[in-house]
Structure formats: C-alpha cells, structure tokens
T-cell receptor, first 116, second 113 residues
C-alpha cells in the first residue's frame, strides 16, 4: 500500500489559465473521489469514479471543471479559465467497498491551488 | 439540508488534560460516522469510524468516540492529550451508505505546555 499520490503539491497560476491535477490512487481501489477544501472549511465533495465511470458530480463542479479516470487507474482534474474563487486545496481519496468498511477512504496530501 | 455541525471552531487544552470535541448531525437514519485529523498542509487521516454495533468506538492515537442516537451526536474524546495532537479535526457523515462524505467545518486544537 503506497498510499494515494497527488501531483503537484502546490500550484500557483494566473487567473484565466488552465490547470490540471493528477491523482494516483491505491492500485487495488476501484473508487476514486475528489474533494475541495477552502480555508477554514471542511472538504466538500466534487465527484467520484467507480473504475473509469464518473458516477456523480456535485453542483460545485461548474462547466469549467472536468475530471477523468481513463482505464480506471489514475485520475485528472482540470480547471479551465481559473478564477480566484478556485483557490483551494484539492483532495483526492480512494477506496474499495472492503477498504471503506474497514478504513474509510485513504486521502492523498492534496494539491494546493492559488489563483493570482 | 443535510449538515454536520462542529460548534467549536478552536479549542485550547493543556498537555495532559482531557479533550472532548463535539459533533452533531442532522439526519434521520443512523448514518456512518467518521472522525478525521488533518495536520497543516496535509491530507486527512482517519481516527475512527462508526458503522453499527457498539456505540463506543476506539480509534488510533488513544482517541475514542461515542455515538448517541438520541442526541444525534458523535463526540470525540481523549483522556490525556499530547503536544502532537495539535491539528484540525473533522467530523464526517455518510448518510446513505453511498460512500460520499459530508464534513463539518472542523475544530482546530491547540495544545499548551
């Protein structure tokens, strides 16, 4: 179990630019989740995948956001035309049904996005 | 609307003292309940969870939590805190067993010598 990896750890971008984040889940986990955490708040659900299928998207995920999980392995979260309000920590988590029952999710360390 | 309330934004405790962090939720059925801890700039680590059975659950690092259905609460406790316990603590709820979590706003714990 090598844990959930997120890349990059930090990203500073200018308003209007596009950014892409990557998440590598624990290899045997078929479920992958994206959450967003703004300063002073708890994480908020964005979307989740079971294998390669994106099963649910939050209303927080505007048209500028897109997430993919090709081949059911790693996932990417892209934000187009970034706005200052997108500044947040983006957290990825993974699980399987069995893992969830015993351990809940395993979270990555997150990607901190700052839009200037 | 579904919600999770952590009424204490910030708590300061002396090292060695006992700790209780409060969590209330507003769901009708018995949800799945979690406590996570987050150190600055890091992801979240699971402390403990409740799915069913014994309402007093033990977790890692000496933490425990008690589910009280009548009070819709799931408070986190530790009998004696250590300086390394300073962090942000989040209560979370999975209401429908769909593995989607709703988090509270967190309680920041400061430990003083």
């Amino acid at each position: 179990d090598t844990g959930v990896s997120q890349d990059p750890r930090h990203k500073i971008t200018k308003r209007g630019q596009n950014v892409t984040f990557r998440c590598d889940p624990i290899s045997e986990h078929n479920r992958l989740y994206w959450y967003r955490q703004t300063l002073g708040q708890g994480p908020e659900f964005l979307t989740y995948f079971q294998n390669e299928a994106q099963l649910e998207k939050s209303r927080l995920l505007s048209d500028r956001f897109s997430a993919e999980r090709p081949k059911g392995s790693f996932s990417t979260l892209e934000i187009q035309r970034t706005e200052q309000g997108d500044s947040a920590m983006y957290l990825c988590a993974s699980s399987s049904r069995r893992h969830y029952r015993n351990y809940g999710y395993t979270f990555g360390s997150g990607t901190r996005l700052t839009v200037v | 609307a579904q919600s999770v309330t952590q009424p204490d934004i910030h708590i300061t405790v002396s090292e060695g003292a006992s700790l209780e962090l409060r969590c209330n939720y507003s769901y009708g059925a018995t949800p799945y309940l979690f406590w996570y801890v987050q150190s600055p700039g890091q992801g979240l680590q699971l402390l403990l969870k409740y799915f069913s059975g014994d309402t007093l659950v033990q977790g890692i690092k000496g933490f425990e939590a008690e589910f009280k259905r009548s009070q819709s609460s799931f408070n986190l406790r530790k009998p004696s805190v250590h300086w390394s316990d300073a962090a942000e603590y989040f209560c979370a709820v999975d209401n429908f067993g769909n593995e989607k979590l709703t988090f509270g706003t967190g309680t920041r714990l400061t430990i003083i010598p």
